[in-house]
């Protein structure tokens, strides 16, 4: 009775090591704000009001103000930490309107700024002044580049905090790659294990 109650509990334990569980993946959060040592360029992206999603809703919005001086910073997310959920969901926690927040595939020209945009927010500020404003891009081939730059004359959004955090998705359905699966060296080891108590209990039916 023993070597069989034995026996179910190591089979449960294998199930539950071989379990997927998955968890929401993210990849970074980092906090700042625009200063005016950043680098600087002539005009910025316009808001067009619509957040880029993965389906690709968003057109290129087009730049303004090229008389007009920015600053800007850019967060390089390595395409490794991305390779395994390309589709990226990026909240940015700000109530600044004064800020504006996009993304770019491996490289960023502020003279070109068309040149590998992905997406961008859409608008400014925390919706309602609560809830984190939040879009969508599928990642390319290269670094993702987080790029935030302020959005009035005269330097007005420097100083301006914001906190962003970027999620990865294997799909479009938000699904998360599978947690806490077994490396193949481990699934050896429990088969191993296993083997040895089933085993001992053919034995002790043999001996009662």
Known sequence: MKSRMLLLFSIALVALALASPCSALTIDVFS????????????RLSRNGIPQDWTGTEPYPGEINPGVTYHYEIFD???A??????YIQISVDSVSTNT????YDGSYDPTNEAANWLGDAGSSGNYFGIDPIFFQVTAGSGDLLILV????ALNAGIGDPFTVTVEGFIDTEFDDPPANVPEP??????GTALGGVFAAYQKSKLVQ
Not at 81 to 86: G, K, S, W
Not at 149 to 152: A, C, H, I, S
Request: glycine share 8%; proline share 9%.
């Open 32 to 43: 700042g704000a625009l200063s005016l040592t950043d680098p600087t360029q002539l005009g």
């Open 77 to 79: 997310i390595p395409a």
């Open 81 to 86: 930490e991305i390779a395994l959920t390309p």
């Open 100 to 103: 504006f927040f996009s993304v």
């Open 149 to 152: 730059n302020n959005t009035g």
């Open 185 to 190: 060296a481990s699934l050896v080891l429990l």
